[in-house]
């Protein structure tokens, strides 16, 4: 029965593999990524790292870590990370009045669908007190980074495009993204959930670079500056720092989500 359960789920598996790929090459996630990396490379680029940083973020990190580890391992968060940057990015195309990137927001919840096709609750437990003041901080943080970005005119001079989408509005979204998928892995830590390490590294990654990116370029369009950029870089820190603990905390504190059975589910880690 699990062997013709699990053949069913294949081509699902498939499908989350190939819109990661679609993410990391076709959609430029990884070739952004790497003008941030080693800027020299692209010296047509040099006024745009900052937004080239993001958008590789996005597209590198935020996006395909959960549909990757869905596909290979079956991870009970990766529907909700997803969910999660959809809403951040739709909420910044509403905001910005881009249709395209209203597209992505809705491509993104759609392929949150596979990993609920599971049939998963959260599996995640109740967040800590430190978790969700980690959240609160970052959010109130990316609410007023995303208000500034608004005052640059996303699309206008100075913007990139990518796929006829303006990089300044789809990094309004990826700072929107930032805390929520970072409390939801905190929470898979918490749990135990599988992979859960790859749940709390990608936003925590993110943030570090972002905010590295940052205090290195003070000075390009959408940059956070070096005090802000030092802020990003040790609230990245600090989510995984609480992951490490949320790993800790006891037995009994981390309730579990039933399967469809009603039996418990063993928690592991990769």
């Known amino acids: 029965m699990e062997i013709t359960h699990a053949r069913r789920r294949l ?37 745009l790292i900052v937004l080239e940083a993001t958008w590789g973020l996005l597209f590198s990190l935020l996006v395909p870590v959960p549909l990757l580890a869905w596909a290979v391992a079956r991870v009970e ?34 392929a949150a669908v596979l990993p609920l096709s599971d049939g998963h609750g959260p599996a995640w437990a109740r967040p800590s007190r430190a978790a969700l003041v980690l959240g609160g901080v970052g959010l109130a943080a990316a609410l007023v980074h995303a208000w500034q970005l ?15 989408l303006g990089h300044l509005a789809m990094q309004a979204g990826f700072a929107l993204a930032l805390p929520a998928v970072a ?37 390009l369009t959408g940059s956070l500056g070096v005090a802000g950029g030092a802020a990003a870089v040790l609230w990245g820190v600090a989510v995984a720092a609480v992951a490490a603990v949320e790993r800790r905390r006891p037995e009994t504190a981390r309730p579990r989500t039933p399967s469809r059975n009603g039996i418990r589910g063993r928690a592991a880690s990769l």
């Open 183 to 219: 409390v939801i892995g905190l929470g898979a830590a918490a749990h135990r959930s599988r992979g859960w390490t790859l749940a709390v590294a990608a936003p925590a990654l993110s943030a570090v670079w972002f905010g590295v990116i940052g205090v290195v370029h003070p000075g």
């Open 150 to 164: 608004l005052g640059l005119r996303p699309g206008g001079a100075g913007d990139d495009i990518t796929w006829g």
């Open 77 to 110: 968060w990766a529907a909700w990370q997803l969910l999660a940057t959809a809403v951040a990015v739709g909420l910044a195309a509403l905001v910005t009045a881009e249709p395209a990137q209203a597209v992505v927001a809705a491509v993104i919840a759609g």
């Open 11 to 47: 081509p699902a598996r498939i499908a989350a593999a190939l819109l990661a790929l679609f993410s990391l090459v076709p959609f430029f996630g990884l070739v952004d990524l790497s003008v941030s990396i080693a800027p020299s490379l692209y010296p047509d680029f040099a006024d």
